[in-house]
């Protein structure tokens, strides 16, 4: 079982509406939990860290946090073509040492 | 500005050949990380340190090596060994408390020649 999943997509929704990307993670001990932004040929953006359960908002993005669930999710409003990327959903746990790990991310198009 | 430096940008490695890729950070950060990123994947940890003069290995780092002699620089060695090289490789820095985002550099994108 991978230690973070996400759906690959491609995640195609219109300009204007509500795009929802979700992440699950298998670790318990997971402590913290973001979500990166990547163009094509370009390095990961963080846009979100959340820490503990519930919602965070920030403009128009909302992360949310499940940590019974195992479940992370990113809530884009009003999307817009410029959002079309690649999210990454991360999870950070300390075994020993702190370590990230990474999800392969989901392919999103917003369509103009 | 504080940020991650790496450098080249682009480069391309002979048969046999070792390359070294450069990582500099100005953001005092404790923590500093190689990953390897194949084209459609996610973000495999190659190496990591927390302190200087200490690194361990990630999940992928046969054919790999590093150093870190200075909290500012972790260089990335690709060694002959590592057969596959093709990738592009992204360094990345935490401040101390460990749980609080990486910030990434630019990358670099190696090719074999």
């Known amino acids: 079982q991978k230690e973070v999943e996400q759906n690959s997509g491609p995640l195609s929704v219109p300009e204007g509406a509500i795009a929802s990307l979700n992440c699950t993670y298998s670790d318990r001990v997971s402590q913290s939990f973001f979500w990166y932004r990547q163009y094509s040929g370009k390095s990961p953006e963080l846009i979100m860290s959340?820490?503990?359960?519930g919602d965070k908002e920030d403009g128009r993005f909302t992360a949310q946090l499940n940590k019974a669930s195992q479940y992370v999710s990113l809530l884009i409003r009003d999307s817009q073509p410029s959002d079309s990327a690649t999210y990454l959903c991360?999870?950070?746990?300390?075994?020993?040492?702190?370590?990230?790990?990474f999800g392969a991310g989901t392919r999103l198009f917003v369509k103009a | 500005d504080g940020g991650i430096t790496q450098s080249p940008k682009y480069l391309f490695r002979k048969e046999g050949q070792n390359v070294t890729l450069s990582c500099e950070q100005n953001?005092?950060?404790?923590?500093m990380y190689w990953y390897r990123q194949d084209p459609g994947q996610g973000l495999r940890l190659i190496y990591y340190s927390q302190i200087v003069n200490d690194f361990q290995k990630g999940d992928i780092a046969e054919g790999y090596s590093v150093s870190r002699e200075k909290k500012e620089s972790f260089p990335l060695t690709v060694t002959s060994a590592q057969k596959n090289p093709t990738a592009f490789y992204l360094c990345?820095?935490?401040?101390?408390?460990?749980?609080?985002?990486?910030?990434f550099g630019d990358g670099t994108r190696l090719s074999i020649l």
């Open positions: 959340i820490y503990s359960n």
């Open positions: 953001l005092n950060h404790d923590a």
């Open positions: 990345a820095s935490t401040g101390q408390g460990g749980l609080k985002p990486q910030h």
């Open positions: 991360a999870v950070g746990l300390n075994t020993g040492g702190f370590k990230t790990i």
